[in-house]
């Protein structure tokens, strides 16, 4: 047999492919998996500040965006975050928990990367880097064309990702094999993704940039209570960026910069003892000096304030509304929201519908999860379980 004829190929060596290539390799498929980059997990080896926020100890298919929201639940209630923290714990991996039940390695990124590429030689999977996929076709068979080289196998599984990160050689790629075979795709948008603003909100947060601050970040619909962070372009931040998955530009949002307290209860009741100290210097107590100064528009001693300012100024700080106007891009998403359609995948296999033996797993998918280690789980999940039916 040609070693260009394999059963099973592969397209993406990042979290999902190398997950799904170990397991079917260990399953006795004779697997190559084609990655365009000079190495694989590139991605892995920056994400969580180069420590990798591997799974957390909160997934569960409500942290997961989708215009079909169950079609994750299969493959997350068939390979959970525990059977992965097993795998890495039996690799001695030593790992910590962080705020909100993310999980850090200890050590560095690439022991996650090594122990998935450990995982792929025990079977005896091929790994094929700085290889480019010209053209694919369907005879009986898939056949890859990546220039000179042709490559065939009865099933093929698309782990290319989405778009976020196009310098670490994020494309299109996904989305365009699955529209050859035709598939529909749900329009790719960045995702957990830093927040533009225009004019003086663009100024007074390049004011304040460099400033975090704890805040409960709102929508009609969801909250989240996390750091923000002024940036000279507009906000960033952990609960930004969840919350960029939940809006779209034009549509309005909430920061509550002292979540734990309530200031209107607390600056009436200093009022009416006669507090003489300054309105300022009470809210410096739980905010950035910085962040008072440029916000407060009314500053007098407390026992001062009438009824009126004292609500005006707690909703400056607890009620202050804002608008979606930009976002940093696909150059700063650190996922992608949408891509193929999963009304035409199976939430069992992961297989298409419309063609069998092609699969697509991992983020090429309309499967977007909360920051936190979550989109990494969908990959070891879908990965995993599509392993089973190859």
Same mark, same amino acid.
């Given at each position: 047999?040609?070693?260009?004829?394999?059963?099973?190929?592969?397209?993406?060596?990042?979290?999902?492919?190398?997950?799904?290539?170990?397991?079917?390799?260990?399953?006795?498929?004779?697997?190559?998996?084609?990655?365009?980059?000079?190495?694989?997990?590139?991605?892995?080896?920056?994400?969580?500040?180069?420590?990798?926020?591997?799974?957390?100890?909160?997934?569960?298919?409500?942290?997961?965006?989708?215009?079909?929201?169950?079609?994750?639940? %299969?493959?997350?209630?068939?390979?959970?975050?525990?059977?992965?923290?097993?795998?890495?714990?039996?690799?001695?991996?030593?790992?910590?928990?962080?705020?909100?039940?993310?999980?850090?390695?200890?050590?560095?990124?690439?022991?996650?990367?090594?122990?998935?590429?450990?995982?792929?030689?025990?079977?005896?999977?091929?790994?094929?880097?700085?290889?480019?996929?010209?053209?694919?076709?369907?005879?009986?068979?898939?056949?890859?064309?990546?220039?000179?080289?042709t490559f065939r196998a009865s099933k093929l599984v698309v782990a290319s990702g989405g778009k976020s990160i196009p310098k670490m050689g994020a494309t299109s790629f996904g989305y365009r094999t699955a529209?050859?075979?035709?598939?529909?795709?749900?329009?790719?948008?960045?995702?957990?993704?830093?927040?533009?603003?225009?004019?003086?909100?663009?100024?007074?947060?390049?004011?304040?940039?460099?400033?975090?601050?704890?805040?409960?970040?709102?929508?009609?619909?969801? %909250?989240?209570?996390?750091?923000?962070?002024?940036?000279?372009?507009?906000?960033?931040?952990?609960?930004?960026?969840q919350i960029s998955n939940y809006i779209s530009q034009g549509e309005g949002f909430t920061l509550n910069l002292l979540p734990g307290s309530d200031p209107e209860k607390e600056l009436s009741g200093l009022r009416n003892s006669g507090e003489i100290m300054e309105t300022a210097t009470y809210l410096s107590a739980g905010l950035a000096k910085r962040v008072v100064a440029e916000l407060l528009t009314i500053n007098k001693r407390i026992k001062n304030l009438s009824d009126r300012e004292i609500k005006t100024v707690s909703e400056i700080f607890t009620a202050w509304n804002l608008k979606m106007y930009g976002t940093e891009g696909f150059d700063k998403a650190e996922v992608t929201l949408g891509g193929v359609d999963t009304k035409e995948i199976s939430s069992k296999s992961f297989e298409s519908v419309i063609r069998p033996g092609l699969f697509f797993i991992g983020e090429v998918l309309d499967v977007t999860g909360w920051l936190g280690g979550y989109n990494f789980q969908w990959a070891w999940s879908s990965g995993y379980c599509c392993a089973q039916y190859l």
């Open positions: 047999m040609s070693q260009n004829i394999v059963d099973v190929i592969i397209i993406g060596a990042g979290a999902a492919g190398l997950m799904c290539g170990a397991e079917a390799g260990k399953r006795g498929r004779n697997v190559l998996i084609l990655e365009h980059a000079e190495k694989p997990g590139k991605k892995i080896l920056i994400s969580g500040g180069g420590r990798c926020n591997f799974t957390n100890l909160y997934v569960s298919p409500d942290k997961y965006i989708s215009e079909n929201p169950h079609f994750s639940k %299969s493959a997350l209630s068939r390979y959970t975050q525990y059977d992965f923290i097993s795998l890495v714990s039996d690799h001695g991996i030593e790992y910590h928990e962080k705020t909100l039940g993310q999980l850090f390695c200890n050590g560095k990124s690439v022991e996650i990367l090594n122990m998935l590429l450990s995982e792929c030689r025990k079977g005896s999977v091929q790994i094929k880097t700085n290889i480019s996929v010209t053209g694919i076709e369907f005879d009986q068979e898939f056949i890859i064309r990546c220039g000179e080289e529209r050859q075979f035709g598939h529909k795709i749900v329009e790719p948008k960045p995702g957990l993704v830093p927040l533009t603003f225009d004019g003086e909100l663009k100024e007074l947060c390049g004011r304040l940039a460099g400033v975090s601050v704890f805040s409960r970040v709102s929508t009609q619909k969801i %909250s989240f209570e996390e750091n923000i962070l002024f940036t000279h372009r507009g906000l960033s931040g952990p609960a930004i960026l």
